[in-house]
């Protein structure tokens, strides 16, 4: 294990694993940790490439700091997977997500888990951010919410067509270009309507009066789910790239606590160098570091994710990364390939 040392390494070796066809052992996962090892996302995750790959595994049980992953290859198909608790199935696809982009024939996958919760990007920074960014690259995914999964009941569901992509072509996100607009979703689940209302009004107001930009902000009042959740959404969108931020609610949590959150995060984008936010770049290298030409992007913040990121790319992949700017600090990053 390295750097980070959590599920970062395990979901990006999971799907090169995949790709490449090379089996991988990791030791000391997650041994930094207060709960080492495999937690039960890790398992999920896991056990679905798995399933996907056919793979025979070595060490996959609660807990344990060391496992060994030999796959056959990717079978396209229709997969289920389910969460438990109120565990990110964005985290989940994050692994499977590259490998069936890349299978010979398409895919359906339904995840059940939570859609909106702590500690992992919510499904619509995979839907309005990820997705759009990933299709000049050649990839192409229906991805439906069908249910939310809010912490701590889960039980969201989303239901995914995955086409399979020929060859991923390269992308430069170099820079911005300038702003098109900013929109928005506030949403509330078996909550006060007002919730939803002040979330979206706090939003506004402090985008108005503090960045001088006139905003949308779209209302859900009703978001089907198992328990009580709101959430809230603002999406810059560029001419040449989107960059997306929420906030969750939580028990005792003011409306405007919320808004503030994602608006907080939403200026410091607007004040910054570089073009991609920090969970994009992550998202985005494996993509990259896979296409047969030069890729490359610069990103507001240089993370030590993101160097575990290339540090698991130098196992499977032949591919040079070339990388400018400190931890904390905006960046630039390209991926060099032998070829060109």
Same mark, same amino acid.
């Given at each position: ?87 990110? !199935?964005?985290? @989940?696809?994050?692994?499977?997500? &590259? =490998?069936?982009?890349? +299978?010979? /024939?398409?895919?359906?996958?339904? $995840? ?69 607009? !900013?929109?928005? @979703?506030?949403?509330?689940?078996? &909550? =006060?309507?007002?919730? +939803?209302? /002040?979330?979206?009004?706090?939003? $506004? ?78 998202? &985005?290298?494996?993509?990259? +570091? ?27 992949l032949q591919v040079q990364v070339e990388k400018q700017g400190e931890i904390g600090k905006t960046g630039r990053v390209d991926f060099i390939h032998a070829a060109y």
């Amino acid at each position: 294990s390295y750097g980070e040392g959590g599920g970062q390494i395990l979901r990006t070796a999971l799907a090169l694993s995949a790709i490449q066809g090379k089996p991988f052992t990791i030791h000391h996962i997650r041994s930094k940790r207060k709960n080492t090892g495999l937690q039960a996302q890790h398992l999920e995750a896991v056990g679905a490439l798995a399933k996907i790959t056919k793979a025979q595994t070595e060490g996959v049980k609660f807990g344990s700091q060391n496992i060994t992953f030999f796959p056959q290859k990717i079978f396209s198909g229709d997969y289920q997977f389910e969460v438990k608790t109120a565990g990110s !199935i964005i985290l @989940l696809l994050q692994a499977i997500f &590259l =490998p069936l982009c890349l +299978a010979r /024939r398409s895919s359906r996958v339904t $995840l059940v888990g939570g859609t909106h919760v702590p500690w992992s990007p919510p499904f619509h920074y995979f839907s309005e951010v990820l997705l759009p960014t990933l299709e000049p690259m050649g990839i192409s995914v229906d991805a439906t919410l069908e249910k939310w999964g809010f912490y701590p009941q889960g039980g969201g569901r989303i239901q995914l067509n995955i086409k399979p992509a020929q060859a991923l072509k390269p992308i430069n996100l170099n820079d911005r270009g300038s702003l098109k607009k !900013i929109r928005g @979703l506030s949403v509330i689940s078996n &909550l =006060p309507r007002h919730v +939803a209302d /002040r979330q979206k009004e706090q939003a $506004l107001k402090r985008i108005q009066r503090e960045l001088k930009i006139d905003a949308e902000i779209a209302i859900q009042y009703d978001a089907p789910s198992n328990g009580q959740g709101s959430f809230l959404f603002l999406l810059a969108e560029y001419e040449k790239t989107v960059a997306g931020f929420s906030s969750l609610g939580a028990k005792g949590k003011p409306a405007e606590k919320i808004a503030d959150e994602a608006v907080d995060d939403l200026k410091d984008y607007l004040s910054s160098e570089g073009c991609i936010d920090p969970h994009l770049a992550d998202q &985005l290298v494996p993509f990259m +570091a896979l296409t047969k030409r030069n890729s490359s992007f610069t990103t507001t913040q240089m993370t030590d994710h993101l160097l575990t990121n290339f540090w698991v790319i130098n196992h499977f992949l032949q591919v040079q990364v070339e990388k400018q700017g400190e931890i904390g600090k905006t960046g630039r990053v390209d991926f060099i390939h032998a070829a060109y």
